[in-house]
């Protein structure tokens, strides 16, 4: 059974709001079997977690961290909320942060575009994997600092998390440099046609570059 379950098991429960005396009252078991599930002491059998997932109203797969939607269909990217596009965006901050995010969303949305065009399913995942590391990496630093229940969220251990992060970082860049080395069909990109392509975005992504690059020369 894999540590999502049991994390979602917990979460599912603390989100609705009830003791695990409760739960397992109405589950049929005991406050210590509950328990155990929920830290991944022990494995439950499949009668417990179709009993667990009916009580929480949730499908099976999404208990066991088999997919993020909560009725167990595959997830829709049009139906993925996009909190850039809302007119009372909750996602304030300073103006240097709101400046950085829009920097780094732009940014992002250029490279996808090109991985699009390039039709290979392995590059898009190893990007998605190499940035969303960094993005995980840096949303759990800053959890970990400030939440009240630090390891609510997560399944890696925070003595090993930093180092494990950045391993899988080093392996999604190999993965992706081997899979873009073997591609056939590549992109005619220039500064030309990148800025014909990207009218609106393409300042972002220079802006990102030239303070990449200070920051590099700055340790050189």
């Known amino acids: 059974m894999s540590t999502s379950f049991s994390r979602n098991l917990s979460l599912l429960r603390k989100e609705k ?12 078991i005991s406050q210590a079997l509950l328990s155990h599930y929920e830290n991944g002491i022990r ?7 179709v009993a667990a997932a009916d009580f929480y109203g949730v499908s099976a797969d999404f208990l066991l961290g088999r997919t993020m939607s909560r009725d167990g269909t595959a997830i829709n990217v049009m139906d993925l909320h996009d909190a850039s596009e809302d007119k009372d965006n909750i996602l304030r ?14 940014t992002i949305g250029i490279i996808f575009d090109l991985l699009g065009r390039m039709e ?10 190499y940035i969303g590391t960094a993005i995980y990496k840096i949303f759990r630093l800053i959890y970990m600092s400030y939440g009240k229940t630090p390891d609510e969220y997560f399944g890696v251990q925070n003595v090993s998390f930093s180092d494990a992060a950045d391993g899988n970082m080093k392996l999604n860049e190999a993965r992706f440099k081997s899979n873009l080395h073997k ?27 030239h303070a990449i690059e200070k920051d590099i020369n700055s340790q050189l």
């Open 17 to 28: 709001g009830v003791s695990q005396k409760s739960v397992a009252s109405q589950l049929k």
């Open 120 to 129: 290979n399913r392995s590059l898009v995942q190893h990007a998605y994997s």
């Open 43 to 49: 494995e439950p059998g499949l009668e417990f977690v």
């Open 93 to 106: 901050g300073s103006a240097m942060s709101l400046f950085s995010k829009k920097i780094l969303v732009n």
């Open 183 to 209: 591609q056939k069909d590549g992109l005619s990109l220039s500064n030309g046609s990148m800025t014909r392509d990207y009218p609106l975005l393409i300042q972002s992504m220079m802006s990102l570059i």
